[in-house]
């Protein structure tokens, strides 16, 4: 069923970009539990399984019904596009107890017998308790399945976003929906999100919108549009299909010649834009030499840079991609 978003012109004056590493936390805990998002994350859970299967993730997964309600409190919205895992679960940890039992009551309408189960009935009987424990949940899965693969995540996040927003410039904002997925269409000053649960239709009024790239999130597009979310469309990423796998390509031969081997792999790795942190953690080389070859590539005109937050990203220029596009 679709959803649409009304728009004005205010509402496109505050439109942005976002990442969350706690939305990520919690959508890696429902992917364990959904068959269809294995295809791309196979790797990582054939990496986190048995780290895994140590916590206790059913109060988790009670209130995560398929096609229902899913609980606000446990992923509220950005703070920011810098935000920590320490920030967003701070926000957790200080939800009104009496707004978590109402959003765990309508998530648990939604799952079967989930009201009168024995853990349902825990979690409402004292929801100031049960915020406390899901936070300590969602802590513990952060550190267990998605921080140790946190850098290579965001890069990937903020690969998309940096590439997201040259699109918004080059081709504006309805065929830069189009692009991020097709569940996405613009007519008439409207957002339709189609595949969604329910035909329902929501004025912005000067909200604006957050688009936010998820890697767990695939094969769904998924929104949230009640306080305290901003209304927000949540996508899959860019490149998920190529995250958990080195590319096999080999750097050319001759381009390796000309620029050296080091040099040439860094500018072959930069399919998508990427920081030094990211380049030197998939080609195992020293930050610092990653640095060095991003300035030389980018002096000689091969790469540009781009600040987005904390860090620099690099893409090869049209020059750069023809070099690196060679045949090894």
Do not use: K
């Amino acid at each position: 069923m679709p959803f649409h978003l009304h728009f004005d012109e205010s509402d496109l004056l505050r439109c942005r970009f976002a990442l969350s590493p706690l939305w990520e936390t919690q959508e890696a805990v429902r992917t364990l539990r959904r068959p269809a998002r294995h295809g791309y994350h196979l790797p990582w859970l054939r990496q986190t399984a048995a780290a895994a299967s140590g916590l206790d993730l059913a109060p988790l997964w009670l209130l995560m019904p398929d096609g229902g309600h899913n609980p606000d409190f446990i992923c509220p919205p950005p703070l920011g596009p810098l935000a920590t895992f320490p920030e967003e679960i701070a926000a957790v940890r200080a939800t009104d107890p009496e707004a978590a039992r109402g959003d765990m009551a309508l998530a648990l309408a939604d799952r079967p017998g989930g009201l009168r189960s024995p853990a349902g009935r825990r979690l409402l009987a004292d929801p100031a308790r049960a915020v406390q424990e899901l936070a300590d949940l969602l802590e513990r899965a952060w550190h267990v399945m998605v921080e140790p693969h946190w850098p290579r995540l965001r890069a990937l996040l903020e690969a998309d976003i940096a590439f997201h927003s040259r699109r918004l410039a080059e081709v504006g904002f309805e065929r830069l929906l189009g692009e991020i997925s097709p569940q996405l269409r613009w007519a008439d000053s409207t957002l339709t999100v189609s595949g969604t649960r329910g035909d329902h239709s929501r004025v912005l009024g000067g909200q604006g919108l957050v688009l936010m790239p998820s890697v767990f999130v695939w094969p769904e597009v998924v929104g949230g549009y009640e306080p305290p979310w901003q209304p927000a469309v949540i996508y899959p990423a860019r490149g998920i299909g190529g995250l958990w796998t080195e590319s096999a390509r080999r750097t050319p031969d001759a381009l390796a010649r000309l620029l050296g081997r080091a040099r040439a792999d860094v500018l072959c790795a930069l399919g998508e834009p990427a920081g030094t942190s990211a380049l030197a953690h998939r080609l195992s080389l020293a930050p610092s030499s990653v640095s060095a070859h991003l300035s030389a590539l980018r002096a000689a005109g091969l790469l540009t840079s781009r600040r987005y937050g904390h860090q620099v990203l690099y893409e090869r220029t049209p020059l750069g991609i023809a070099l690196a596009a060679q045949e090894p």
